[in-house]
Each structure stands twice: as C-alpha cells, then as structure tokens.
C-alpha cells in the first residue's frame, strides 16, 4: 500500500513540475523583483533606499 501512494505521488509531481515552474518563472520571480526594485532608486546600478519618512511626511 505505501509502495503505491509512493509511485503514485511521485507522478503527481512529475505532471505538476511543469505548472509550479511556470508559475514561479512568471508570477512569483517578478513579484518578488518588483519588491526588491520598489526599495531602490533605479533599476539598473541602483542603491538602496529603504524608507525615506521625512519625504513622505513633506508630500503629505
């Protein structure tokens, strides 16, 4: 009995392989890119920022 949900769960990771990959290639990489760039002054070469309070407080 364990020998077969075994076998039967290692195909169902084979047919679902193919789906968790695209799904993390184009919506959780991007994701998780925009987060990392929202926190920096430009994409390219860009450093790191953070959270600049007192602009925020001035543009209130």
């Known amino acids: 009995m364990i020998r077969l949900l075994r076998k ?5 990771v084979l047919f679902l392989a193919p789906s968790l990959i695209g799904f993390s290639s184009f919506y959780l990489i991007p994701v998780g890119m925009g987060f990392l760039y929202s ?3 430009s994409t390219i070469g860009g450093t790191f920022v953070g959270q600049r309070i007192p602009l925020i407080r001035q543009a209130m």
């Open 8 to 12: 039967e769960w290692a195909v169902a």
């Open 39 to 41: 926190f920096q002054d």
